[in-house]
């Protein structure tokens, strides 16, 4: 029976290929997309989500508008020079003049039309998933579990020194949802770091033209990997974060994992380092936190679902 997933995003290159890959996964099945403000706007995530799915043929699967900022008002940084003025590389969108959405509270209507066959999956700013926290309580209590993309554990960020991306972009609503969600898996930069895809695998990929998206995946990954040549000079393929998060819903070999209760820094200096307690006194904790890659297994569960005819 497939995973049921509801996946909070904001799409995004490495966004749109977790979707891509849950759309075609038979081990999963996505039942509502909540798009909100990160990579791009939320106006322009909720359309990359409908334009997804419409390719995968599923334009009846809700996509719901999220937040469009983080609840402590920053100017909001987008990075077209990763992910593309519209979020998907060189690739435009159709002109249309109606995208169908969903009222926000159907999260709630989805959480208790599936209780705890249920899986939501966070692969942006914890904005919106707070917010459905704070919005519908007990109905929360009722999902499986809860799978994070963010922080940077002992290891360098991506959008500073210290942080990663999405914890930096709200580390007050990460700490809300850390406080509150129960069964939580964080996959951080430690492992989805060295999620990468190389030319060799996306030309194996792009070759089946029974696959939607076939005709998109290489020029996104191309622009995509071109961009991370200029930050990682020498590296052999572009990690494709979000991706992991979504695979370990369903193979969490993938990864090894370590159990503390993270925690995400608010304060400026220091704004979205994650950390964990790992003194000879500190305790364990109940969230699990993915801290090392195994790369042959999530290559192989790649391709193996990839390569299907659809």
Same mark, same amino acid.
């Given at each position: 029976?497939?995973?049921?997933? =509801?996946?909070?995003? /904001?799409? @995004?290159?490495?966004? $749109?290929? &977790?979707?891509? !890959?849950? #759309?075609?996964?038979?081990?999963?099945?996505?039942?509502?997309?909540?798009?909100?403000?990160?990579?791009?706007?939320?106006?322009?995530?909720?359309?990359?989500?409908?334009?997804?799915?419409?390719?995968?043929?599923?334009?009846?699967?809700?996509?719901?508008?999220?937040?469009?900022?983080?609840?402590?008002?920053?100017?909001?940084?987008?990075?077209?020079?990763?992910?593309?003025?519209?979020?998907?590389?060189?690739?435009?969108?159709?002109?249309?003049?109606?995208?169908?959405?969903?009222?926000?509270?159907?999260?709630?209507?989805?959480?208790?039309?599936?209780?705890?066959? =249920?899986?939501?999956? /966070?692969? @942006?700013?914890?904005? $919106?998933? &707070?917010?459905? !926290?704070? #919005?519908?309580?007990?109905?929360?209590?009722?999902?499986?579990?809860?799978?994070?993309?963010?922080?940077?554990?002992?290891?360098?960020?991506?959008?500073?020194?210290?942080?990663?991306?999405?914890?930096?972009?709200?580390?007050?609503?990460?700490?809300?949802?850390?406080?509150?969600?129960?069964?939580?898996?964080?996959?951080?930069?430690?492992?989805?770091?060295?999620?990468?895809?190389?030319?060799?695998?996306?030309?194996?990929?792009?070759?089946?033209?029974?696959?939607?998206?076939?005709?998109?995946?290489?020029?996104?990954?191309?622009?995509?990997?071109?961009?991370?040549?200029?930050?990682?000079?020498?590296?052999?393929?572009?990690?494709?974060?979000?991706?992991?998060?979504?695979?370990?819903?369903?193979?969490?070999?993938?990864?090894?994992?370590?159990?503390?209760?993270?925690?995400?820094?608010?304060?400026?200096?220091?704004?979205?380092?994650?950390?964990?307690?790992?003194?000879?006194?500190?305790?364990?904790?109940q969230t699990r936190i993915a801290i090392k890659l195994n790369y042959d297994i999530f290559i192989k569960e790649l391709k193996d679902c990839m390569l299907k005819m659809i």
């Amino acid at each position: 029976m497939p995973k049921k997933i =509801l996946l909070f995003c /904001d799409p @995004g290159i490495d966004d $749109s290929i &977790a979707i891509m !890959f849950a #759309l075609i996964n038979p081990e999963i099945e996505i039942v509502g997309i909540v798009a909100s403000y990160g990579n791009v706007s939320k106006e322009q995530a909720t359309a990359n989500a409908a334009y997804l799915l419409e390719l995968a043929g599923k334009p009846d699967i809700p996509v719901i508008p999220g937040a469009f900022m983080p609840i402590q008002k920053k100017m909001i940084t987008y990075y077209p020079e990763i992910h593309g003025e519209d979020g998907i590389g060189p690739i435009q969108l159709p002109v249309k003049d109606y995208i169908k959405v969903y009222p926000f509270d159907t999260i709630r209507l989805l959480i208790e039309a599936y209780g705890n066959e =249920l899986n939501i999956v /966070d692969t @942006g700013r914890s904005t $919106s998933l &707070a917010t459905a !926290f704070i #919005l519908y309580p007990q109905q929360m209590k009722l999902v499986n579990g809860f799978y994070l993309m963010g922080g940077s554990f002992f290891a360098p960020g991506n959008v500073t020194p210290l942080a990663e991306a999405n914890f930096h972009g709200d580390p007050t609503s990460t700490n809300f949802v850390l406080k509150h969600a129960h069964n939580i898996t964080i996959t951080p930069l430690n492992t989805t770091n060295y999620a990468y895809l190389t030319d060799e695998v996306v030309d194996l990929f792009s070759k089946h033209k029974s696959n939607p998206f076939a005709f998109m995946l290489k020029p996104i990954f191309e622009y995509y990997f071109k961009a991370y040549k200029k930050l990682s000079p020498g590296i052999i393929g572009a990690p494709i974060h979000d991706l992991v998060t979504v695979m370990t819903v369903c193979k969490p070999n993938i990864a090894e994992y370590i159990y503390y209760d993270a925690q995400v820094i608010e304060g400026i200096e220091a704004k979205g380092l994650s950390y964990i307690d790992l003194r000879p006194l500190g305790q364990p904790g109940q969230t699990r936190i993915a801290i090392k890659l195994n790369y042959d297994i999530f290559i192989k569960e790649l391709k193996d679902c990839m390569l299907k005819m659809i």
